[in-house]
C-alpha cells in the first residue's frame, strides 16, 4: 500500500513539475494530455484509455463483491432480510443475494444519467398565436 501511495504522490509531482498547477483544473485527462505532448504519440492516450476502462470495471467488480458479502453479514445479524443471507449449498454463494445487488445495480445504472451528461431536451413547439 505504501507503494501505491509512493507512485501516486511521484506521478503527483512529476505532473506538477512539467505543467503550472492552474492547467490541471479545467481538464480530465490532464495527464494523458502531459504524457502525448512529451513523448508526441498519440497512442499513448489509447493505452491509458485502455487502462482506465480496465481499474475501472475491476473496481466495480470488486465493490459488487463486497456489497454481496456486507448484506450477507447483515442478514445473519438481523439488520435485512434474511432472503440476503441464504447461501447456495452447492457453492456456498450468496447467489440469490448477487442477483438482487446485480439486479438493482442494473435498473440504477439504466436510470441515472452518465456525468456530465445533459437530458435531451424536447423542443417545443411554435406557438399559434400571434403577438399582439
Same mark, same amino acid.
Given at each position: 500500500m505504501?507503494?501505491? &501511495?509512493? !507512485?501516486?504522490?511521484?506521478?503527483? =509531482?512529476?505532473?506538477? @513539475? *512539467?505543467?503550472?498547477?492552474?492547467?490541471?483544473?479545467?481538464?480530465?485527462?490532464?495527464?494523458?494530455?502531459?504524457?502525448?505532448?512529451? &513523448?508526441? !504519440?498519440?497512442?499513448?492516450?489509447? =493505452?491509458?484509455?485502455? @487502462? *482506465?476502462?480496465?481499474?475501472i470495471a475491476s473496481v466495480v467488480l470488486t465493490v459488487l463483491y463486497g456489497q454481496t458479502r456486507i448484506l450477507l453479514t447483515m442478514a445473519r445479524d438481523g439488520l435485512v432480510?434474511?432472503?440476503? @443471507?441464504?447461501?447456495?449449498?452447492?457453492?456456498?454463494?450468496?447467489?440469490?443475494?448477487t442477483l438482487i445487488v446485480g439486479i438493482v445495480v442494473t435498473i440504477v445504472s439504466a436510470l441515472v444519467p452518465p456525468r456530465g451528461s445533459s437530458p435531451t431536451r424536447r423542443a417545443s413547439a411554435p406557438s399559434s398565436r400571434s403577438p399582439s
Open positions: 505504501a507503494l501505491i &501511495t509512493a !507512485l501516486y504522490i511521484l506521478v503527483a =509531482v512529476a505532473a506538477i @513539475g *512539467a505543467r503550472s498547477w492552474t492547467s490541471f483544473s479545467a481538464d480530465e485527462a490532464s495527464l494523458v494530455r502531459i504524457v502525448v505532448d512529451v &513523448t508526441g !504519440l498519440p497512442v499513448v492516450a489509447l =493505452v491509458f484509455s485502455v @487502462g *482506465a476502462v480496465i481499474a432480510p434474511k432472503v440476503f @443471507g441464504r447461501v447456495s449449498p452447492r457453492t456456498g454463494t450468496p447467489i440469490a443475494n
